[in-house]
């Protein structure tokens, strides 16, 4: 057997390993007897949102990522800043989180509480993970089951944000390091960050990757476009596709333009030129399905992060506000 098919038996191996071991609390019928209809419910706010202004759905997806690498998938990073507390979205890092994203999660919740049975029934924290599955299975993304049962967070601020997500410019240790301390491998991070086959980056983000390039190559022809995009004058409001060949389609062309040096961070591109993840790099781009379906998975295990219960959270009244 060749390499590459060992490789793919043993990441499909891990992929079933990873469906089996749910944790305690989680279950996709949590709302069976309170709230029959909240994927229904949720899925038409988003939909409806979506038609408004469709830069929600990465948006949402990089929301996603952020509440559960800070505290937990746990609706923290929902809560607004007060004046006694400096709140995680305000954290520098939230960078530049879309206002739409939040918004989306506040009209879901809306929705949810016009339905009597579900009035305050569902945990803020199950909503962005209702709403951020969606939102993937409509850009072309899988479509996969969420586990529910989380709890709302008790706790938000700007300071438990530092040195919890990982930067654009880190290296590969520093990478591995932030997504293990969640709980997930590095063939957990090289699926996750195919989310980078949609949305968009701000250019002071690329600034160092295009022109201060050390360590990881650049394509030539790409960096010449990107320098365009992004001359150092630019107005830092500009925003620039990450993956700059189906930038509106969730596909695996993000590790195809890996292979030609087309990452768009040095944290894309790292993930080629390491051998401890360019073979699940290369597997990924040459098996569109099995990305979807690595991608569902490592998403079901990000949403097991830090998950909250009864005794240590609750269920939020307004997602943007303590009880
Ligand atoms: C591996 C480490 C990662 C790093 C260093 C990273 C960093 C970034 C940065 C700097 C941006 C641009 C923000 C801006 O300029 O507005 C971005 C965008 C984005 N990230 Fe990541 N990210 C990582 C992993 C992930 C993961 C795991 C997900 C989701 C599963 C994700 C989803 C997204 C999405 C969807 C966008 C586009 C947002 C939009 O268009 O509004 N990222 N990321
Ligand atoms: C992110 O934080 C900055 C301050 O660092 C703040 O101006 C901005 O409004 C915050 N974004 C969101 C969506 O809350
Ligand atoms: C760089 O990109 C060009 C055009 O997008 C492509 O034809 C070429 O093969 C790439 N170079 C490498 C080294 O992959």
Same mark, same amino acid.
């Given at each position: 057997?060749?390499?590459?098919?060992?490789?793919?038996?043993?990441?499909?191996?891990?992929?079933?390993?990873?469906?089996?071991?749910?944790?305690? $609390?989680?279950?996709?019928?949590?709302?069976?007897?309170?709230?029959?209809?909240?994927?229904?419910?949720?899925?038409?706010?988003?939909?409806?949102?979506?038609?408004?202004?469709?830069?929600?759905?990465?948006?949402?997806?990089?929301?996603?990522?952020?509440?559960?690498?800070?505290?937990?998938?746990?609706?923290?990073v929902?809560?607004?800043?007060?004046?006694?507390?400096?709140?995680?979205?305000?954290?520098?890092?939230?960078?530049?989180?879309?206002?739409?994203?939040?918004?989306?999660i506040?009209?879901?919740?809306?929705?949810?509480?016009?339905?009597?049975?579900?009035r305050?029934?569902?945990?803020?924290?199950d909503?962005?993970?209702?709403?951020?599955?969606?939102?993937?299975?409509?850009v072309?993304?899988?479509?996969?089951?969420?586990?529910?049962?989380?709890?709302?967070?008790?706790?938000?601020?700007?300071?438990?944000?530092e040195?919890?997500?990982?930067?654009?410019?880190?290296?590969?240790?520093?990478?591995?390091s932030?997504?293990a301390?969640?709980?997930l491998?590095?063939d957990?991070?090289?699926?996750?960050?195919?989310?980078?086959t949609?949305?968009?980056?701000h250019?002071?983000n690329?600034?160092?990757r295009?022109?201060?390039?050390?360590?990881e190559?650049?394509?030539?022809?790409y960096?010449?476009?990107?320098?365009?995009?992004?001359?150092?004058?630019?107005?830092?409001?500009?925003?620039?596709?990450?993956?700059?060949?189906?930038?509106g389609?969730?596909?695996?062309?993000?590790?195809?333009?890996?292979?030609?040096?087309?990452g768009f961070f040095?944290?894309?591109?790292?993930?080629f030129?390491?051998?401890?993840?360019?073979p699940v790099?290369?597997?990924l781009?040459?098996?569109? $399905?099995?990305?979807?379906?690595?991608?569902?998975?490592?998403m079901?295990?990000?949403g097991?992060?830090?998950?909250?219960?009864?005794?240590?959270?609750?269920?939020?009244?307004?997602?943007?506000?303590f009880?």
């Amino acid at each position: 057997m060749d390499a590459n098919k060992t490789n793919l038996l043993v990441l499909l191996f891990s992929l079933f390993l990873t469906i089996n071991l749910s944790s305690a $609390q989680l279950r996709p019928n949590f709302y069976a007897g309170s709230c029959p209809n909240v994927e229904q419910i949720v899925k038409d706010a988003v939909l409806l949102k979506i038609k408004q202004a469709s830069i929600t759905v990465p948006a949402l997806l990089r929301l996603y990522f952020h509440d559960c690498f800070v505290n937990g998938c746990d609706a923290s990073v929902m809560i607004a800043s007060t004046n006694a507390n400096k709140a995680e979205k305000d954290h520098p890092d939230n960078l530049s989180l879309g206002g739409d994203a939040f918004d989306t999660i506040v009209k879901a919740k809306q929705a949810l509480d016009a339905v009597p049975n579900c009035r305050n029934k569902v945990s803020c924290a199950d909503i962005i993970t209702i709403a951020t599955r969606d939102v993937i299975t409509i850009v072309g993304g899988p479509n996969y089951e969420v586990e529910l049962g989380r709890f709302d967070g008790l706790s938000s601020t700007a300071a438990s944000v530092e040195g919890t997500l990982p930067q654009p410019t880190d290296n590969f240790d520093k990478l591995t390091s932030y997504f293990a301390k969640n709980g997930l491998s590095v063939d957990d991070m090289v699926a996750l960050s195919g989310a980078h086959t949609i949305g968009v980056s701000h250019c002071s983000n690329v600034f160092e990757r295009i022109y201060d390039v050390k360590g990881e190559m650049i394509n030539a022809t790409y960096q010449a476009q990107l320098k365009e995009s992004c001359p150092r004058d630019v107005d830092p409001r500009v925003v620039v596709f990450i993956d700059p060949t189906t930038p509106g389609k969730f596909d695996n062309v993000y590790y195809k333009n890996l292979q030609q040096g087309k990452g768009f961070f040095k944290s894309d591109q790292v993930l080629f030129s390491d051998r401890r993840s360019s073979p699940v790099v290369n597997l990924l781009a040459s098996h569109g $399905q099995l990305f979807s379906q690595a991608f569902a998975n490592s998403m079901i295990k990000l949403g097991r992060v830090g998950v909250k219960t009864a005794l240590n959270g609750n269920i939020r009244r307004n997602c943007e506000a303590f009880n």
